[in-house]
């Protein structure tokens, strides 16, 4: 990536530690989850449903990137929207993250209909080519409640709201493009897929329950600030031998500054 102040970002749900994967489970697709991580190189890295021990394999095993999640309070039974960053291009600057509940301060709290706790993690980083900074976020929606997942939205749009300068916002939204979720955050934040007029078919679609077969609806989104020009958004099919680093792909976004 050539030219000052282009910035590469990525989603990645990495499907929770599961033996019931069996061959999909984590320990045998975690150095392929690195590899494809390396191959395309984002800025930031943001990750869903990574458990303790995932995020501390990826902290040690992604050469060259950061885990940031200041203040975190670890807990082995939950799975937290993860930011990585790499060091060679990006510093951070302050950050935070809190659950998507009426008390959000609450460890593992949850609230209207959600099945899960969920929740934001979020940074400011300041690129050290030119001193930009832009805020990411990553985070994660409930996958049953759909009153949940509506009041979720609100919370994360009132989070982008909230932001001074360029914002990113990326990750597993368990929802459909023009959902009521969807309206609300692209009432703040541009979707970078249907900012390059690309259609609603399979090419866009990442959930794929480890067949590559794509499923469902494009439900993995990056959004960013309208005063960033996307060039790109790749859907990441890469497989090894037929097998998938996840149940989902992973997909990366071009954003450039005005």
Aim: include cysteine; glycine fraction near 8%; aromatic fraction near 12%.
């Amino acid at each position: 990536m050539e030219g000052a102040r282009l910035m590469r970002v990525m989603t990645f749900n990495l499907r929770f530690e599961n033996d019931a994967d069996g061959e999909n489970r984590w320990v045998c697709r975690r150095d392929m989850v690195a590899r494809v991580v390396a191959r395309y190189g984002p800025w930031v890295l943001g990750t869903q449903e990574g458990m303790v021990s995932q995020l501390r394999f990826l902290e040690e095993h992604l050469q060259g990137y950061e885990l940031y999640a200041p203040g975190r309070f670890w807990d082995e039974s939950c799975q937290y929207p993860t930011l990585f960053y790499r060091r060679d291009v990006m510093r951070p600057l302050e950050g935070d993250e809190f659950w998507l509940s009426l008390t959000p301060r609450v460890h593992r709290s949850k609230s209207w209909d959600s099945a899960f706790p969920r929740m934001i993690s979020f940074g400011r980083f300041e690129s050290l080519e030119d001193g930009r900074a832009v805020w990411v976020g990553v985070t994660h929606l409930d996958h049953i409640g759909d009153a949940a997942r509506a009041a979720q939205a609100e919370r994360v749009a009132e989070w982008a709201c909230g932001r001074d300068g360029s914002c990113i916002l990326m990750g597993d939204f368990n929802d459909v493009p023009g959902s009521p979720a969807h309206r609300l955050l692209i009432d703040v934040l541009q979707d970078c897929w249907e900012a390059l007029g690309r259609s609603e078919d399979e090419s866009g679609m990442t959930y794929h329950k480890f067949s590559g077969i794509p499923q469902i609806a494009r439900m993995d989104w990056i959004l960013a600030s309208r005063d960033m020009r996307v060039l790109d958004q790749v859907v990441v099919r890469d497989q090894e031998g037929g097998r998938y680093p996840s149940d989902h792909f992973p997909c990366f976004a071009d954003v450039k500054w005005a």
